[in-house]
Protein backbone atom coordinates (compact mmCIF):
# COMPACT_ATOMS: atom_id res chain seq x y z
CA UNK A 1 0.00 0.00 0.00
CA UNK A 2 2.72 2.14 0.93
CA UNK A 3 4.52 1.88 -2.12
CA UNK A 4 1.59 2.28 -4.11
CA UNK A 5 0.65 5.50 -2.44
CA UNK A 6 4.51 7.27 -2.96
CA UNK A 7 4.30 6.00 -6.91
CA UNK A 8 1.12 7.79 -6.90
CA UNK A 9 2.40 10.91 -5.74
CA UNK A 10 6.06 11.13 -7.54
CA UNK A 11 3.48 10.76 -10.68
CA UNK A 12 1.53 13.90 -9.40
CA UNK A 13 4.36 15.69 -8.75
CA UNK A 14 6.31 14.47 -11.71
CA UNK A 15 3.22 15.96 -13.83
CA UNK A 16 2.72 19.31 -11.80
CA UNK A 17 6.53 20.30 -12.38
CA UNK A 18 5.87 19.37 -16.39
CA UNK A 19 3.18 21.53 -16.56
CA UNK A 20 4.61 23.88 -14.60
CA UNK A 21 7.57 24.55 -16.85
CA UNK A 22 8.37 27.66 -19.37
CA UNK A 23 9.25 25.71 -22.56
CA UNK A 24 10.30 29.04 -24.89
CA UNK A 25 12.47 28.88 -28.03
CA UNK A 26 14.76 31.15 -29.09
CA UNK A 27 15.46 32.69 -32.73
CA UNK A 28 18.00 35.59 -33.44
CA UNK A 29 18.41 37.16 -36.56
CA UNK A 30 16.55 34.75 -39.00
CA UNK A 31 16.10 35.37 -42.45
CA UNK A 32 12.80 33.83 -42.54
CA UNK A 33 11.75 37.05 -39.31
CA UNK A 34 13.30 39.68 -41.55
CA UNK A 35 11.16 38.85 -44.72
CA UNK A 36 8.08 39.14 -41.75
CA UNK A 37 9.24 42.40 -40.70
CA UNK A 38 10.00 43.74 -44.59
CA UNK A 39 6.59 43.42 -45.53
CA UNK A 40 5.12 45.79 -43.28
CA UNK A 41 7.91 48.17 -43.87
CA UNK A 42 7.95 47.87 -47.64
CA UNK A 43 3.77 48.92 -47.62
CA UNK A 44 4.84 51.71 -45.17
CA UNK A 45 7.57 53.35 -47.26
CA UNK A 46 5.00 52.82 -50.54
CA UNK A 47 2.47 55.08 -48.57
CA UNK A 48 5.33 57.28 -47.42
CA UNK A 49 6.33 58.06 -50.92
CA UNK A 50 2.79 58.57 -52.37
CA UNK A 51 2.56 60.65 -49.42
CA UNK A 52 -1.14 59.16 -48.07
CA UNK A 53 0.00 59.81 -44.53
CA UNK A 54 -3.60 59.15 -43.29
CA UNK A 55 -3.13 55.68 -44.01
CA UNK A 56 0.09 55.08 -42.05
CA UNK A 57 -1.83 55.24 -38.44
CA UNK A 58 -2.66 51.68 -38.73
CA UNK A 59 0.60 50.12 -39.04
CA UNK A 60 1.69 51.71 -35.86
CA UNK A 61 1.67 50.14 -32.34
CA UNK A 62 -1.27 51.78 -29.60
CA UNK A 63 2.06 52.02 -27.44
CA UNK A 64 3.43 54.24 -29.83
CA UNK A 65 -0.16 55.99 -30.79
CA UNK A 66 -0.50 56.60 -26.65
CA UNK A 67 2.57 59.12 -26.57
CA UNK A 68 2.30 60.52 -30.55
CA UNK A 69 -1.11 60.95 -31.55
CA UNK A 70 -2.17 60.63 -35.02
CA UNK A 71 -2.34 63.91 -36.03
CA UNK A 72 1.27 64.74 -34.49
CA UNK A 73 2.14 61.50 -36.44
CA UNK A 74 0.91 63.24 -39.51
CA UNK A 75 2.31 66.80 -39.01
CA UNK A 76 6.07 65.04 -38.31
CA UNK A 77 5.50 62.89 -41.38
CA UNK A 78 4.58 66.25 -43.65
CA UNK A 79 7.51 68.32 -42.19
CA UNK A 80 9.80 65.45 -42.49
CA UNK A 81 9.40 65.05 -46.18
CA UNK A 82 9.15 69.33 -46.35
CA UNK A 83 12.56 69.75 -44.56
CA UNK A 84 14.43 66.36 -46.42
CA UNK A 85 12.74 66.22 -49.55
CA UNK A 86 10.52 63.56 -51.29
CA UNK A 87 11.77 59.74 -51.23
CA UNK A 88 13.15 58.46 -54.28
CA UNK A 89 14.47 55.17 -52.60
CA UNK A 90 15.52 52.99 -49.19
CA UNK A 91 17.64 50.50 -49.08
CA UNK A 92 18.06 48.06 -46.00
CA UNK A 93 21.00 48.56 -44.74
CA UNK A 94 21.07 45.91 -41.64
CA UNK A 95 18.59 44.30 -39.06
CA UNK A 96 18.16 42.66 -36.07
CA UNK A 97 15.58 40.54 -34.65
CA UNK A 98 14.42 38.74 -31.81
CA UNK A 99 11.52 35.98 -31.60
CA UNK A 100 10.33 33.73 -28.81
CA UNK A 101 8.06 30.59 -29.44
CA UNK A 102 6.12 29.05 -26.63
CA UNK A 103 4.38 29.87 -23.27
CA UNK A 104 6.52 33.48 -22.97
CA UNK A 105 5.87 34.21 -27.01
CA UNK A 106 7.28 37.53 -28.55
CA UNK A 107 8.95 39.19 -31.73
CA UNK A 108 11.07 42.06 -32.03
CA UNK A 109 12.89 43.75 -35.25
CA UNK A 110 14.71 46.50 -35.92
CA UNK A 111 15.07 47.33 -39.08
CA UNK A 112 18.07 50.09 -40.53
CA UNK A 113 17.26 51.85 -43.54
CA UNK A 114 19.41 54.33 -45.98
CA UNK A 115 17.10 56.81 -47.51
CA UNK A 116 17.43 58.63 -50.49
CA UNK A 117 15.31 61.85 -50.65
CA UNK A 118 15.17 65.27 -52.91
CA UNK A 119 17.25 67.43 -50.70
CA UNK A 120 19.38 65.23 -47.59
CA UNK A 121 19.98 61.66 -47.28
CA UNK A 122 18.64 60.21 -44.13
CA UNK A 123 19.50 56.93 -41.88
CA UNK A 124 16.21 55.53 -41.06
CA UNK A 125 15.60 53.09 -38.40
CA UNK A 126 12.22 51.23 -37.98
CA UNK A 127 11.31 49.49 -34.73
CA UNK A 128 8.63 46.86 -34.37
CA UNK A 129 6.90 44.30 -32.33
CA UNK A 130 4.51 41.79 -32.73
CA UNK A 131 1.07 42.24 -31.05
CA UNK A 132 -2.31 40.14 -31.44
CA UNK A 133 -0.31 38.70 -34.42
CA UNK A 134 0.67 41.14 -36.04
CA UNK A 135 3.44 43.20 -36.81
CA UNK A 136 2.95 46.68 -35.99
CA UNK A 137 5.80 49.58 -35.58
CA UNK A 138 6.67 50.92 -32.34
CA UNK A 139 9.14 53.60 -33.06
CA UNK A 140 10.05 55.34 -36.49
CA UNK A 141 13.09 57.34 -36.54
CA UNK A 142 14.99 59.99 -39.03
CA UNK A 143 18.60 61.06 -38.54
CA UNK A 144 20.03 63.26 -41.63
CA UNK A 145 21.99 66.21 -41.29
CA UNK A 146 18.46 68.23 -42.56
CA UNK A 147 16.72 67.02 -39.18
CA UNK A 148 19.49 67.68 -36.10
CA UNK A 149 20.22 71.34 -35.46
CA UNK A 150 22.00 73.13 -32.57
CA UNK A 151 19.99 74.60 -30.03
CA UNK A 152 18.20 78.63 -30.74
CA UNK A 153 20.67 81.19 -30.42
CA UNK A 154 18.63 82.91 -27.73
CA UNK A 155 18.37 79.89 -25.68
CA UNK A 156 22.24 78.55 -26.04
CA UNK A 157 22.82 82.49 -24.84
CA UNK A 158 20.30 82.09 -22.15
CA UNK A 159 22.08 78.51 -20.85
CA UNK A 160 25.91 79.21 -21.23
CA UNK A 161 25.06 82.53 -19.12
CA UNK A 162 23.45 80.89 -16.33
CA UNK A 163 25.39 77.89 -16.27
CA UNK A 164 28.90 78.97 -17.74
CA UNK A 165 29.23 75.89 -19.84
CA UNK A 166 29.54 76.21 -23.24
CA UNK A 167 26.85 74.37 -25.35
CA UNK A 168 28.47 74.17 -28.94
CA UNK A 169 28.43 70.54 -28.85
CA UNK A 170 24.63 70.06 -27.81
CA UNK A 171 22.74 68.72 -30.79
CA UNK A 172 18.82 68.73 -31.02
CA UNK A 173 16.93 66.14 -33.00
CA UNK A 174 13.52 67.74 -33.64
CA UNK A 175 10.81 64.81 -34.37
CA UNK A 176 12.39 62.22 -33.06
CA UNK A 177 10.76 58.97 -32.26
CA UNK A 178 13.12 57.89 -29.14
CA UNK A 179 11.50 59.89 -26.17
CA UNK A 180 8.25 57.63 -27.29
CA UNK A 181 10.10 54.28 -26.63
CA UNK A 182 10.28 55.66 -23.00
CA UNK A 183 6.90 56.36 -23.16
CA UNK A 184 7.83 60.48 -22.95
CA UNK A 185 8.14 63.38 -25.22
CA UNK A 186 11.50 64.63 -24.12
CA UNK A 187 14.52 63.66 -23.09
CA UNK A 188 18.25 64.80 -22.95
CA UNK A 189 21.48 61.63 -23.26
CA UNK A 190 25.03 62.74 -22.98
CA UNK A 191 25.15 66.30 -25.60
CA UNK A 192 21.97 64.78 -27.59
CA UNK A 193 18.39 66.24 -26.76
CA UNK A 194 15.48 63.77 -28.31
CA UNK A 195 11.87 65.68 -28.77
CA UNK A 196 8.90 63.95 -30.54
CA UNK A 197 6.93 66.03 -32.78
CA UNK A 198 5.27 69.34 -31.94
CA UNK A 199 6.55 69.40 -28.25
CA UNK A 200 9.20 71.83 -28.65
CA UNK A 201 8.34 73.72 -25.37
CA UNK A 202 10.48 71.01 -23.32
CA UNK A 203 13.58 72.44 -24.84
CA UNK A 204 14.48 75.03 -22.05
CA UNK A 205 14.36 72.11 -19.45
CA UNK A 206 16.05 69.46 -21.33
CA UNK A 207 18.59 71.78 -22.01
CA UNK A 208 19.16 72.49 -18.55
CA UNK A 209 19.33 68.64 -17.71
CA UNK A 210 22.63 68.68 -20.20
CA UNK A 211 23.80 71.51 -18.41
CA UNK A 212 23.24 68.69 -15.12
CA UNK A 213 25.38 66.05 -17.47
CA UNK A 214 27.92 68.79 -17.78
CA UNK A 215 28.06 69.11 -14.05
CA UNK A 216 28.68 65.55 -12.79
CA UNK A 217 24.99 65.87 -11.27
CA UNK A 218 23.18 63.03 -13.44
CA UNK A 219 23.10 59.82 -12.10
CA UNK A 220 21.11 56.34 -13.02
CA UNK A 221 18.35 56.53 -10.24
CA UNK A 222 15.81 53.70 -12.03
CA UNK A 223 15.73 51.18 -14.33
CA UNK A 224 12.64 50.91 -16.96
CA UNK A 225 11.80 47.20 -18.35
CA UNK A 226 13.86 48.10 -21.63
CA UNK A 227 17.15 47.77 -19.53
CA UNK A 228 17.59 51.52 -19.80
CA UNK A 229 18.76 53.36 -17.07
CA UNK A 230 16.83 56.76 -16.47
CA UNK A 231 17.15 59.87 -13.61
CA UNK A 232 13.83 60.72 -12.28
CA UNK A 233 15.28 62.83 -9.36
CA UNK A 234 12.62 65.04 -8.53
CA UNK A 235 15.25 67.74 -7.68
CA UNK A 236 17.19 67.66 -10.89
CA UNK A 237 13.76 68.05 -12.56
CA UNK A 238 12.80 71.19 -10.63
CA UNK A 239 15.45 72.75 -11.04
CA UNK A 240 15.57 71.99 -15.16
CA UNK A 241 11.93 73.77 -15.26
CA UNK A 242 13.23 76.63 -13.11
CA UNK A 243 16.74 77.46 -14.68
CA UNK A 244 15.21 76.39 -18.27
CA UNK A 245 12.48 79.06 -18.14
CA UNK A 246 14.73 81.15 -16.71
CA UNK A 247 17.47 81.03 -19.79
CA UNK A 248 14.62 81.22 -22.60
CA UNK A 249 13.92 84.43 -21.14
CA UNK A 250 17.39 86.25 -21.44
Known sequence: MKNKTYATLYLL??????????????????????????????????LLEKKEFDKLNSFFSPRFTAVTKPEKLNEFLIATANKLGEIKSEKLDHWESKVVKGSNA???????YIVERTK???KETITLTAENNQIKILGYNVNSEGSSKDLPDNLKNGIEALSGHSMDDVRVHFNSDKP????????????????????????????????EQKQGRVKATAQLKSNTSVNDNTSLEKAAD????KAAKL
Open 120 to 122: FQS
Open 180 to 211: AQLAASAYAQGMNIHIVPNQKEHLPHEAWHVV
Open 242 to 245: EMGS
Open 106 to 112: SANYVLY
Open 13 to 46: CLLFALTSCNFNSTYLNREEDKKDAEKVTDEFYK
